[in-house]
């Protein structure tokens, strides 16, 4: 395993947790927008693909390119999301940083 797949696991792990903690907790809590269910939905959808990502890293997958390239596009959605609703920051650092990582990582990084 190299550094930047290392990296790229680091900031699967804390966007997963970043993002279930948020929606579990912050969104539930605050309701409105911050529940609206395609937003939601997608903080999920965002947690668990992290979560799939790195454990595809960790397990030395040789289809772990195509499944960061695929974390990379949910990341990126998740962070746009975020950011519209708002109040929400440390959910969009750690899904664009996750985001570039995984794309570095689809890329053959």
């Known amino acids: ?3 930047a797949m290392t ?14 903690a948020m929606a579990m907790t912050h969104c ?7 529940v609206e269910p395609v937003h939601f ?9 992290c979560q799939t990502a790195a454990n595809f890293m960790l397990s030395d ?6 499944v960061c390239g695929v974390c ?11 950011a519209r ?6 959910c969009v650092d750690a899904c664009r940083r996750c985001a570039e ?4 990582m689809a890329a053959g990084a």
């Open 61 to 66: 997958s040789p289809l772990h390119a195509q």
């Open 72 to 82: 990379a596009s949910v990341c990126e959605a998740c962070g746009d999301s975020c």
């Open 1 to 3: 395993m190299n550094r």
């Open 41 to 49: 939905r997608l903080m999920q959808n965002c947690a668990e693909i």
């Open 28 to 34: 539930l809590t605050l309701g409105g927008k911050h």
């Open 101 to 104: 990582s995984c794309r570095k």
């Open 7 to 20: 990296a790229c696991i680091e900031a699967c792990e804390n966007c997963h947790r970043t993002c279930l």
């Open 85 to 90: 609703i708002g109040d929400m920051s440390d």
